[in-house]
């Protein structure tokens, strides 16, 4: 249960950034992408903390794509751009992000191999 909370707790950490950022004055595409993150990080957190623990590995692993899939729009918006935008370190937040996205993946990773490994879930597999 303890994994489940730190992992519903970077959800919530990486969907508030974002949130910040909208109330920041991010606007135009991104910002109503920023909108879609907050939305789906609050979501996600939610699922992956409140079901019983038979539902609990599906939103996990969703809330780790999610994760992983944001952390990697920032890394390519830094780099090569993305959907037109290209993205500075000096921005507001970048390096902050980039962090919590990163130990946010870590974290979620940990929590889908032990709610995979859950003794409970094994038993229910094999009996």
Known sequence: MA???????????MAGI???????GVGGLLGKLFVLNVIGGVVLAVAVVAPPSRLVPLPTVLGLLF??????????ALTVGLFGIREVLTFKLVPTT???ES???VVLAITVAVEL???????????
């Open 3 to 13: 994994w489940r909370l730190l992992s519903g707790l970077m959800l919530l950490a």
């Open 18 to 24: 974002h949130l910040y950022l909208i109330f920041y």
């Open 67 to 76: 994760m992983v899939g944001t952390l990697l729009a920032l890394v390519l």
């Open 98 to 100: 980039l962090w919590v």
């Open 103 to 105: 130990i946010g993946s």
């Open 117 to 127: 490994r859950s003794p409970v879930r094994s038993a229910r597999a094999t009996g």
